[in-house]
């Protein structure tokens, strides 16, 4: 009979899992009834399983076992009982080490049954918990299954196992027993219990893989939980980064906060300039429309007045054109009245005694007119003699209270002259000591013919250049000294001639080897006269501690160009101070003497053949007359001063001088003389004749 029974091997074989649900105490243990040993081995398993499931420990199954109807069993069949259930057990072990290579960390189904049951009591495990719900959720399923389990073996079974089983699952869950009462099988009836072991089996299997099935997961609670473990450690360590981001946050919102409130602040002082500035703004666009509105008038007046403009322009021109007209008239007319005043005038200046001279006698002076001098003697002998008492008359007499701006009143309309394209001349002839130098050159604060001159003509020059005139002037300085010429603007020792220009007229005369300096500016000028009054060669005299002995040439050279009207006029002016004439009787210095009366001889007589109209002029005869031959003769104009001293012991030679002046100024007046004698000696009745 035993071998009608389907052998271990072919029955299906137990998950691993059975083993500790199992256990060999359970087996062995002081609870293990003969009722149970007299079971089938693995239907004795089975029944186990639904013993242990409940958790009624070994009582339960003891129980189920007391009410198997089978009765104990002897030893040897308890053996071979043993030796079947080892082989189950085998089976089982195959099975979980078949398990374990699948999945090696499984845990066995006692220990977790265990703990499922220690978990029940134990609330505080947290994993137990999570462990306890799905097994006791298979339980429940298991427990659940035991009527119908029940009930399908009713069908089969025979009525003892059937009581069996229904007494087990009863006992198991009271509750659950509501079906009807399974037939009790026959113990002889093999057959019938050996079905109703296979429905168990199949009840059975299907649990156990159900249960195999809850245990899988919760064979994967474990890594789960290590997942979840590691899971809330990570969530916990992104806490703690959150916490820190979340204090960083909190410190930057409060830094943000803070900026927010300055910024508030700003901003409501920003919006306060804001609105003064509108308020500008609104101001600034009013008046820029009241200034738009001007501007829009002052273009239509800029308008009016570009024509306005353009129609002066053409006045201007007009005028202009009329004025450079009228300019011309007025130079043929000026030059017309200097001809009429004759060529070579004639002015006489007695100097006043200086404050170191106040012992010195004086001759006795009288001045009648404008023009004419008396002179006389306050010596005895002379009066005598009929010489005592002199007239002159000249073209003006300056008697010693005249300042040298009266003088220079007399000289500036010659020096126009020189600006219209003239060449003048003006030089001081006189004693040593009478004031030569004073008349041309002047003392610092009160300067004479020749300052006076070039600040005049640098006022002219910028009056001419309105009318369109453009002046270059151009200087020269030089001496005579002994029949010989010296560069003023030099000190080097030169050979210097006076020469004729090549390709000039018959008057042209230059200077070889001189410093020829362009003049800029007045200032300029004065430098340059300054330094050749330092060259210029002095020696002491009886007459003057400081006289000079010799003839000093300053030449100014105007060259004005006008664009317009394609014209240019040259003009010159020599300013000489003459050397002082001196009587050989006094002087120490014969040779200088000589050469000095000599030379003012010669100019004497070239100015009496110019008065004359000779046909030779002696220009030749001596350095000075040569060099101022341009100036002397032709088209050229003539000024010469006559210095005398005031004192009686220069009556001689100022009566000397005078002679020569009034001879020269008689043939001057030779044809006007006829209307001086109608209109007694003045210089105005003189212009009134000559009109
Ligand atoms: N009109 C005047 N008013 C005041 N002082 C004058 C006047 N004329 C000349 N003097 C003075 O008389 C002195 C002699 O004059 P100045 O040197 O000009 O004579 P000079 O004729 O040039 O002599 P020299 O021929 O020796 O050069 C100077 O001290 C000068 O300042």
């Known amino acids: ?33 003969n009722a149970n040993l007299t079971q089938p081995p693995l239907s004795r398993d089975i029944g186990n399983i639904q013993n242990i499931l409940p958790r009624n420990g070994v009582g339960a199954a003891a129980r189920a076992r007391a009410a198997s109807p089978e009765p104990s069993k002897p030893l040897a069949f308890l053996n071979r009982h043993k030796l079947r259930r080892s082989r189950s057990a085998c089976d089982i072990n195959e099975m979980r080490q078949t398990m374990k290579r699948g999945a090696p960390t499984l845990p066995t189904i006692p220990s977790k049954l265990t703990r499922l049951g220690n978990n029940t009591t134990n609330s505080s495990a947290a994993t137990g918990r999570a462990a306890s719900r799905p097994l006791a959720t298979a339980v429940k399923r298991t427990v659940a299954g035991g009527p119908t389990v029940a009930s399908s073996s009713n069908t089969t079974a025979s009525r003892p196992l059937a009581r069996v089983a229904a007494t087990g699952v009863n006992k198991a869950k009271p509750g659950a027993a509501s079906g009807p009462p399974a037939k009790r099988i026959a113990p002889y009836d093999f057959k019938a219990r050996f079905h109703d072991l296979l429905e168990k089996h199949k009840s059975l299997k299907t649990k156990y893989e159900k249960q195999i099935e ?3 997961e919760l064979e994967s609670m474990p890594a789960q939980l290590e997942e979840t473990q590691n899971k809330l450690i990570e969530t916990e360590r992104k806490l703690s980064n959150v916490e820190t981001d979340r204090e960083c946050l ?7 906060i803070s900026k927010i409130e300055a910024i508030t602040t700003s901003l409501g002082i920003t919006k306060d300039e804001l609105s003064k500035l509108q308020t500008v703004h609104k101001e600034v666009e009013t008046q820029h429309a009241a200034l738009s509105v001007e501007v829009q008038e002052l273009r239509e007046r800029n308008e009016q007045l570009m024509i306005s403009n353009e129609q002066l322009n053409n006045d201007l021109t007009t005028c202009r054109e009329q004025l450079f007209q009228s300019n011309m008239e007025r130079k043929e007319l000026h030059n017309t009245v200097m001809d009429l005043r004759g060529n070579i005038r004639v002015f006489c200046r007695v100097r006043p005694p200086l404050d170191t001279e106040m012992g010195r006698m004086c001759c006795s002076w009288s001045y009648h007119d404008e023009a004419t001098v008396e002179l006389q003697s306050l010596d005895a002998q002379s009066r005598n003699k009929g010489s005592g008492q002199q007239i002159f008359s000249f073209d003006q007499v300056f008697h010693p209270q005249c300042t040298q701006t009266d003088i220079f009143e007399m000289v500036a309309p010659l020096i126009q002259s020189a600006l219209d394209g003239y060449n003048i001349c003006i030089f001081a002839y006189g004693q040593t000591g009478s004031g030569k130098t004073y008349t041309m ?6 300067s004479g013919v020749i300052p006076r001159t070039v600040d005049l003509l640098f006022d002219s020059i910028k009056n001419y250049r309105n009318l369109g005139w453009e002046y270059v002037i151009k200087a020269t300085f030089l001496e005579i000294y002994n029949e010989v010429l010296y560069d003023l603007l030099s000190n080097e020792q030169k050979d210097m001639e006076i020469r004729m220009a090549k390709n000039a007229g018959k008057n042209d005369i230059y200077v070889s080897n001189i410093t020829e300096e362009t003049v800029t500016d007045p200032n300029h000028l004065r430098q340059l006269m300054q330094a050749a009054k330092m060259n210029r060669a002095t020696a002491s005299t009886v007459g003057n501690e400081r006289s000079s002995r010799s003839h000093a040439v300053t030449k100014l050279e105007l060259i004005g160009t006008h664009a317009g009207k394609q014209e240019m006029s040259v003009g010159s002016i020599n300013l000489v101070d003459l050397a002082g004439s001196e009587s050989p009787k006094t002087s120490i210095r014969m040779t200088e003497t000589k050469n000095i009366n000599r ?22 005869n001596s350095k000075l007359t040569h060099l101022l031959m341009p100036a002397l003769g032709g088209n050229s104009k003539t000024l010469m001063f006559i210095n005398v001293s005031p004192f009686q012991d220069c009556f001689q030679e100022s009566v000397k001088s005078l002679r020569f002046a ?7 007046m030779a044809k006007a003389k006829r209307n001086r004698y109608l209109n007694s000696s003045s210089a105005s009745n003189n212009s009134s004749c000559e009109k």
């Not at 050159?441 to 009160?446: F, K, R, S, W």
């Open 214 to 216: 809850d245990m899988g």
């Open 1 to 33: 009979m035993e071998s009608r029974l389907p052998k271990p091997s072919t029955i299906k074989k137990p998950t691993p899992a059975i083993k500790p649900i199992l256990p060999s105490d359970r087996i062995k243990g002081p609870g293990t009834s």
């Open 599 to 620: 030379s003012l001889s010669e100019l004497t007589n070239v100015i009496l053949a110019l008065l004359q109209k000779q046909d030779h002029i002696p220009y030749r």
């Open 250 to 256: 909190k410190r930057q919102v409060n830094q943000q």
């Open 662 to 668: 009034a001879s020269v100024n008689s043939c001057k």
């Open 441 to 446: 050159d002047g003392v610092p604060d009160n």
